[in-house]
């Protein structure tokens, strides 16, 4: 038996809308099949004011596998340990910056589900990068010399600004994300495990190239960073209520803009186990800091 989703791409190079799909509905193993083969295609998939509650989006979830639970260090919504409620308007909380999810840890996500609460009538958009195409993008040489790059991620050195320029409640919210620091070895270049594609596995959370310098590990990340970036290789969503936003977090990297000065904006994340990521050479990363038992399922 086969199911035909109603697929409307949303930008050329990432992202795709399923329209004409109730995600809190019986979805059998057909659909769930072709959700997750419009996934690994399109890297970021939108489903538009769905009538999900907190329950509904983990039940949605683990019809792709394994749950963390919310975050390896920040607190979950009250009785849901699976659910990070991020209410950035009146919270320290941000994302306003390029990175993917939880990096940091040897296993970092599958991909992660996130459902808009409350949004602000204008701004609070998500723009999300496809990491396949910006690796298909670099000059051969650069291609080569990313090939045998290994770069260490950590939670220490997530948007953080210089001490100076943060407010108390920012100084707080540092204070428990990094309450427990982990580091881990990942390669550059990641061999998705499911489409067998070459991405860019870097963002926000990497400190430093392994062998190379601070500076010289700033300079090359950048490089590499800014085909991540291209316009070409993004897609923009603009979030409405009740909107699911379903992204293949070894594929992409996303920012969340802060423009809309302080106004309500409450999004809840459900996040999928994922697997150690794998060079091309067929390494596989390594924690160096950090037990991360806690956050992980023990098998996926």
Do not use: C
């Not at 340990?81 to 320290?92: F, N």
């Amino acid at each position: 038996m086969s199911i035909n989703l109603d697929i409307r791409p949303t930008a050329g190079r990432i992202g795709a809308e399923i329209k004409g799909i109730n995600l809190s509905g019986d979805l059998d193993d057909f659909a769930i099949n072709a959700i997750r083969k419009a996934l690994v295609k399109y890297k970021v998939i939108f489903f538009r004011q769905q009538n999900l509650d907190a329950d509904g989006q983990i039940r949605f979830a683990r019809r792709f596998g394994e749950l963390t639970t919310a975050h390896p260090t920040l607190p979950p919504l009250v009785e849901r340990p699976e659910v990070l409620d991020l209410d950035y308007g009146r919270t320290a909380t941000r994302s306003n910056e390029w990175h993917t999810d939880v990096t940091f840890v040897d296993r970092p996500p599958l991909g992660s589900i996130l459902r808009a609460v409350e949004i602000p009538p204008v701004g609070g958009d998500t723009i999300w990068a496809n990491t396949v195409t910006a690796y298909q993008d670099l000059p051969a040489h650069l291609q080569t010399l990313a090939n045998g790059l290994w770069a260490v991620h950590t939670n220490a050195y997530d948007y953080v600004k210089p001490a100076v320029t943060l407010n108390e409640a920012t100084k707080a919210y540092h204070q428990v994300f990094t309450s427990t620091v982990y580091e881990t070895l990942h390669p550059v270049v990641r061999v998705h495990p499911e489409s067998g594609e070459r991405g860019l596995f870097i963002g926000g959370f990497v400190r430093q190239i392994r062998d190379l310098s601070t500076s010289e590990s700033t300079a090359l990340v950048q490089l590499l960073q800014s085909y991540v970036t291209r316009p070409e290789n993004t897609v923009r969503w603009r979030w409405q209520v009740g909107d699911v936003a379903f992204w293949d977090n070894r594929a992409t990297q996303h920012y969340a803009i802060y423009d809309y000065d302080g106004q309500p904006r409450r999004v809840q994340r459900v996040t999928i186990a994922g697997d150690r990521p794998i060079s091309i050479d067929g390494k596989f990363s390594q924690a160096i800091k950090g037990d991360a038992s806690a956050y992980l399922p023990q098998a996926v």
